[in-house]
T-cell receptor, first 116, second 110 residues
Framework: SAVISQKPSRDICQRGTSLTIQCQVD?????MFWYRQQPGQSLTLIAT?????????ESGFVIDKFPISRPNLTFSTLTVSNMSPEDSSIYLC?????????????FGPGTRLTVL | QKEVEQNSGPLSVPEGAIASLNCTYS??????FFWYRQYSGKSPELIMS????GDKEDGRFTAQLNKASQYVSLLIRDSQPSDSATYLC??????????FGKGTSLLVTP
């Protein structure tokens, strides 16, 4: 499977600031996604990162709060904007590798965000 | 609301025993089912996928699917302490998005 890296691995941020998380894959992938895992909860899909176009957001998530970019097939960023303590969570990118079925997803190591 | 339900546990089994993890889902049209293992502080790791009714075996792991009952299970044979983790059931109701359960915590005691 593809090797996925995320930066930063963790961060502590102040309320009202923004953080950009990077996801890098070592090979071309067909699809990239961003998930959130709040403490004690399961994973919730934020959006699908589309190459060269606007991301597709799930219900309850908006572009102003979570702008996403995907300039090429191996890289994507998620920004958490105007953060509040409720945004404290683990943010994970996942990918579908080329040649795999579209629902076989592999996860990056995650970014643990704490908002004070 | 497309629900995926799992018993949160913890499920405690002795080393060498069979661990049985269960999952039910609400969307009858779901076609793809996955089990992920998540160690504390780590990201989910895909361990099994199943698409057809019946059993699918991979090493010590067996996934079982019963679409009529909307039920998926994961059996871990010869459980080891290293199997102690949270196991997430994921269901694809259609398209590409996965719906995840909250996970079952498994503890394998030496």
């Amino acid at each position: 499977s593809a090797v996925i890296s995320q930066k930063p691995s963790r961060d502590i941020c102040q309320r009202g600031t923004s953080l950009t998380i990077q996801c890098q894959v070592d090979s071309q992938v067909t699809m990239m996604f961003w998930y959130r895992q709040q403490p004690g909860q399961s994973l919730t899909l934020i959006a699908t990162a589309n190459q060269g176009s606007e991301a597709t957001y799930e219900s309850g998530f908006v572009i102003d709060k979570f702008p996403i970019s995907r300039p090429n097939l191996t890289f994507s960023t998620l920004t958490v904007s105007n953060m509040s303590p409720e945004d404290s969570s683990i943010y994970l990118c996942s990918v579908v590798a080329a040649g795999k079925t579209t629902d076989t997803q592999y996860f990056g190591p995650g970014t643990r965000l704490t908002v004070l | 609301q497309k629900e995926v339900e799992q018993n949160s546990g913890p499920l405690s089994v002795p080393e060498g025993a069979i661990a049985s993890l269960n999952c039910t889902y609400s969307d009858r049209g779901s076609q793809s089912f996955f089990w992920y293992r998540q160690y504390s502080g780590k990201s989910p790791e895909l361990i099994m996928s199943i698409y057809s009714n019946g059993d699918k075996e991979d090493g010590r792991f067996t996934a079982q699917l019963n679409k009529a009952s909307q039920y998926v299970s994961l059996l871990i044979r010869d459980s080891q302490p290293s199997d102690s983790a949270t196991y997430l059931c994921a269901v694809n109701p259609g398209g590409y998005a996965l719906n995840f359960g909250k996970g079952t915590s498994l503890l394998v005691t030496p």
